[in-house]
């Protein structure tokens, strides 16, 4: 593809020769002549000058780097956005099925959208509604009376259990559990009874589950993951929690039964968050960190039991400095044993 | 269905009109008109004056709340259980299959108990043994001389790996896997050589595993999970590991490799426990904890390194002030200095 | 099997009977009559008087412990590695199916090794090639342009998407999730974009994922994991990231996109190491650590924020002791007014 059509592709301008054939999209630290890479992040400012790239998409207002002409730039409002575009013209997605594959398994009263495309090994429920240019890759468990919205992509090895709704332009991917029961029990006489949990997980739209994450389903009422939460990989959603919109929850977090949090939530890798727990709008959790009660909207928390990121830092930083202290202040209760 | 009725079944003394229908069954924040629902912990009290609900299961024992006769109380033993009773009236569980699906691959050496229903898309591996009335998703996997004892049943794409032996009803949710090998190499000039794990694992009855749970096999011997423990999501649990009867592991733990475990033990979400570490009977441990060392029986503990939970919660509320317990220090120091 | 074949097989000198016949393998706490057992570890020097074994595998310069003869021991260089060699005599693995299972959908553009055992429900992609002697379980899903090289056994319901590229005597073991998607999104306007990822994974020769462990994929450019590499259950490895030669990677670490780590570096369980963070050669990273900074080679750290092994100790052994300081500290407070 020439430089010429890229520009005019991302409605970037481009300084450079028009002709320039580009092979492949690469990074900044790898791209060889023939790539096209992009600087978004000040962290890349420093490959600028070194990159063998023959062209590097930057934003509008960066400062001018080439040197006779040599990378070419194209400049745009989002560099990142502009990729996004590139990418799937590079390489464009896969099907894993034309259309609905002979060797799944379509219960007779569900009922397929229009070009939708199912795997080989698919089950798919009764009464399971799915919706127009679904996805569904090989080896995927769809249960009883779940509804799948139009554009919805889920990957393989995925579980769907029964009366699961799931929004437009959903992406749920590889071996990801849906709608498992929650871990609800009743206690008597030192014994576990398990309790039917008959209540629903909804997933909004254009959210994202990542592999091998599970929502549960809580004994009444629903589990709900709100419009364009995202979600990583390994993470664990109890019963009843709700996850209000545009939040983030990264790798291997977990965040106990009944939690309700708020929009534009950030949490960083590994994090819990205990049950009942309500946090609020904007807030950021740090990785790893342990929420044990309520925290407020805006505000940003870490640490064990996570507490505001100034002050928890500090404590944490001073924690090393423990030995230190102790020495100190044995060296005083001398001085004050001399001294009297 | 008529509140009489629903007395009757779950035994309860009704105080209400037995004509009133309902027609499904709510938590008490969702309650609407026509719905019945429960109130088991403190926490719900305040709900009772408010809810809309048709009727509230209580305890025998609870102070009556209703004004005008409105919501009606059914007064039972234990409403956590009267519930249970009820969810699977009003929500049957739903089959994958009436019987033996066509689409199964059952090897030929394989035994299936009576009225089993085994989904779509299920491998069976030989010598293997399937009790009466086992339920088998979907897309499991069960390895060669597996044996599953009665009534218990396994979700979608679970994977039972050779040998394990489960027993009655047992409950493998979705994408579980039992049988993996463990985690042991034998070290030699820098490099890690694969030991083969021709050990077992022993599920006995009642016990339940949690979604993406993994219980892996030891090189000889068995890992045990003993009679009604019950295991969330994403746990980890390590090769020659011995689980005793009704302990609660809550998602996301890690056990190490031939931890033993008593009876009654209580895990919080997250935490891990290093190997050959032994828990005595009626121990708690509090979520995210790390324990280093053996815990005896009776104790709670928290934190890392997990410590008895009063001195834990003590030293980790101290942590946080730090930052002045340093300045207190200094001004100390500077009067110490002064003083001389 | 006589105990003069089995000195034979793994290479030791026998002391004992060379009639004695051997049963089975079982650990020196469980072995009776009939059995085999081996004693590697100090550890296990307890057992060696009391075992019923009928025959131990002792480490050429142990110290004799038999008494009138029993148990028999055979002297190896390595214990560990004659009880490999005997465990896959006594117990030798089984295959999932004899050659290509006609229950799984292999797609026409693929190319199929010599000898291969592909089982029921697996389907493999277009464009995509298996080499020699691989194994691949039932319910697997292998995308499309995927490489697998010889030798390489793929377990039950694993998840291989698009463009993999996996080494020689690799085991990728059940539910694993290898090329999903990394988590990366443009933000704008408070909305999370998708980022279509294309990059690779390359899994090199004699590297294991655990069950459940999932290794995402990057926009562009490759995640990989170095030739010997050993990882446990549940691990996340994100995009980007380069794990280095003979590394071990302990259940739940969580690793986050574009770490960089060297060679023969261990990792505890449930450790997690932020973006773009360095980790040197030979590096240990303690259970649970959570790693902030980069990490020079041969370096043991642990805690969080994780610091030097012996710093780190020693801080949280103190941390248990802060109320005790906190008393002292306003203990000496009261004698420096009463100075004053």
Known sequence: MKLGEIAKLIGGKLNGDADILISHIASIEDAKEGAITWASHPRYKKWLNSTSASCVIVSENSIPFTKNGRPATIRVENPDLAVYKLLRVFYPESLPCKEISPQAHISESAKMGKEVSIGAFVFIGEQTVIGDNVIIYPNVYIGNEVKIDNGTH??????????????????????????????????SKG??????????????????????????RSVVGNTIIKKGTKIDNLVHIAHNVVIDEHSIITA??????SVKMGKNVVIGGQAGIGDHIVIGDNVTIGGQSGVTKDVK??????GYPAAPRRQSNLAYSLLMKLPELFKRVSEIEKNCFNNK
Chains 1, 2, 3 share one sequence.
């Open 154 to 187: 889920i990957y393989p090895n995925v579980t769907i259990l029964d009366k699961t709704i799931i929004g437009r332009n959903v992406r749920i991917y590889s071996g990801a559990v849906i709608g498992t029961d929650g871990f609800a029990y009743t206690h």
């Open 191 to 216: 014994k576990h009874t398990h309790i039917p949990h008959c209540g629903g997980v909804i997933i909004e739209e254009y959210v994202e589950i990542g592999a091998l994450s599970t929502i549960a």
């Open 252 to 257: 291997q977090v977990g965040v106990a039964g």
């Open 297 to 302: 909207q805006g505000i940003t928390v870490c």
